[in-house]
């Protein structure tokens, strides 16, 4: 069975960070680009940001670009984000995705599993 656990979302208040993992069980992710997603209330789930396979790619939204860093670490079967300089429009669930592309996938259908969500309250 396979599972996507994301850890890390939390409370904290504007301009702080927060650090996002995702540990994948089940599948090695080694074959897999990753995507992070997020769902704020009364919104469609959207593309933050993803990264290749080997992680030599990375893709951001334009609203999180220069803010968010997404990394991988394959033996670990584990995505991370690291989220700097937060807004009070970042508070969303936070949901990390497995596609099995050698691209990086920005539509919700090219991803294979998904996460439960994780939250993530950014307070002005």
């Known amino acids: 069975q396979v599972q996507l656990v994301e850890t890390g979302g939390g409370l904290v208040q504007a301009g702080g960070s927060l650090s996002l993992s995702c540990v994948a069980s089940?599948?090695?992710?080694?074959?897999?680009?990753m995507g992070w997603y997020q769902q704020a209330p009364g919104k469609e789930r959207e593309f933050v940001a993803g990264?290749?396979?080997?992680?030599?790619?990375?893709y951001y939204a334009d609203a999180v670009k220069g803010r968010f860093t997404i990394s991988r670490n394959n033996a670990k079967n584990t995505v991370y984000l690291q989220m700097n300089r937060l807004k009070p429009e970042d508070t969303a669930v936070y949901y990390c995705?497995?596609?099995?592309?050698?691209?990086?996938?920005?539509?919700?259908?090219?991803?294979?599993?998904w996460g439960q969500g994780t939250q993530v309250t950014v307070s002005s």
């Open positions: 995705a497995a596609g099995r592309t050698y691209t990086i996938p920005t539509d919700l259908d090219e991803y294979h599993y």
């Open positions: 089940g599948v090695a992710i080694d074959k897999y680009a």
């Open positions: 990264i290749s396979w080997r992680g030599r790619s990375t």
